[in-house]
């Protein structure tokens, strides 16, 4: 079993920063990947951003290339997801998950947290 828990989320303003965390335990290998996915009012949860445990390897989706940026901490079996320039449509809630074989879509990822969430105020 994995336990995901994500911290960090609040209430900002437009242009603020955040780094939200996700801190992994149980059992994690390093060839899992990790991923981002949020959640705004009324939307599907869509998919944001992934990291491979073992070598760092990442990919975004097309929406936040360049304001979003995804890494890891393997001593500290977290991952974190930077977030830069916040928009009020960057409003959602963050879930942090973890794959044993990668991909973008929910159904790729075998355990999630509970989500935090991220108000953008404009």
């Known amino acids: 079993q994995v336990q995901l828990v994500e911290s960090g989320g609040g209430l900002v303003q437009a242009g603020d920063s955040l780094r939200l965390s996700c801190a992994a335990s149980?059992?994690?290998?390093?060839?899992?990947?990790m991923g981002w996915f949020r959640q705004a009012p009324g939307k599907e949860r869509m998919f944001i951003t992934r990291?491979?445990?073992?070598?760092?390897?990442?990919y975004y989706a097309d929406s936040v290339k360049g304001r979003f940026t995804i890494s890891r901490d393997n001593a500290k079996n977290t991952v974190y997801l930077q977030v830069n320039s916040l928009k009020p449509e960057d409003t959602a809630v963050y879930y942090c998950a973890a794959s044993s074989f990668g991909g973008v879509g929910e159904r790729d990822y075998n355990y999630w947290g509970p989500g935090t969430q991220v108000t953008v105020s404009s």
């Open positions: 149980g059992r994690i290998f390093s060839s899992y990947t």
């Open positions: 990291i491979i445990w073992k070598d760092g390897t990442t």
